[in-house]
């Protein structure tokens, strides 16, 4: 309902208006409802039918978690600490890492197979020939380009070898991520 809203800073106060001793709302909407959207607009009248405005009072917005109703980043990020985000344990292990935020991203994409590789390119309609840019003899899918190809497997040789370890490779990002869940967790050989 805010999309279509042409009075998008608009206080409820704005909105309200009385005809006749009656309460009803002009919401100033930029467009008619669509059929899709009228269960929204139930759902905003539903919340605004409970709302009753003091007269005497200035109608504004509030930042409730605050006594003085300021809004302050410090108390939002106290309360984003609070919220458990995802109960999925690939989550906490790539964002709790010691690693730059990129990293985390980019790892947390692959996770989730949201890394633009040509498969998923094409799963969102493009089309292509899907064909690996390095080793050219497969397709292109999160786990061919981290870790089957033969370029992509090279470099994890080259970096495992460094530290001596042989590893056997995962099936999947996620895989990945637990089997190097901890400093002292030995990835699974
Ligand atoms: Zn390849």
Same mark, same amino acid.
């Given at each position: ?89 690939? @989550?906490?292990?790539? %964002?709790?890492? $010691?690693?730059?935020?990129?990293? +985390?991203?980019? #790892? =947390? *994409?692959?996770?989730?197979? &949201? ?47 460094? @530290?001596?370890?042989? %590893?056997?490779? $995962?099936?999947?990002?996620?895989? +990945?991520?637990? #089997? =190097? *869940?901890?400093?002292?967790? &030995?990835?699974?050989?």
């Amino acid at each position: 309902m805010y999309r279509i809203s042409s009075v998008k800073t608009a206080t409820v106060r704005q909105m309200r208006k009385t005809v006749n001793r009656v309460q009803e709302w002009d919401l100033g909407f930029r467009r008619d409802i669509n059929d899709w959207e009228v269960e929204e607009l139930s759902n905003l009248l539903s919340a605004l039918e409970v709302v009753h405005l003091d007269d005497e009072e200035e109608d504004r917005l509030i930042w409730k978690p605050e006594s003085d109703g300021e809004f302050k980043v410090s108390s939002f990020n106290k309360i984003l600490m609070t919220i458990r985000l995802d109960p999925n344990p690939v @989550f906490n292990i790539i %964002w709790e890492a $010691p690693i730059p935020y990129k990293v +985390c991203f980019f #790892s =947390w *994409e692959a996770s989730l197979h &949201k890394i633009h590789t040509q498969d998923r390119l094409q799963r969102c309609g493009i089309t292509l020939v899907n064909r690996c840019h390095m080793c050219k003899r497969a397709c292109e899918t999160v786990l061919h380009l981290l870790f089957t190809c033969d370029f992509a497997s090279k470099v994890w040789s080259e970096f495992l070898n460094l @530290f001596g370890v042989s %590893w056997v490779f $995962p099936n999947s990002v996620e895989a +990945c991520v637990l #089997s =190097w *869940e901890s400093p002292n967790k &030995k990835p699974k050989i």
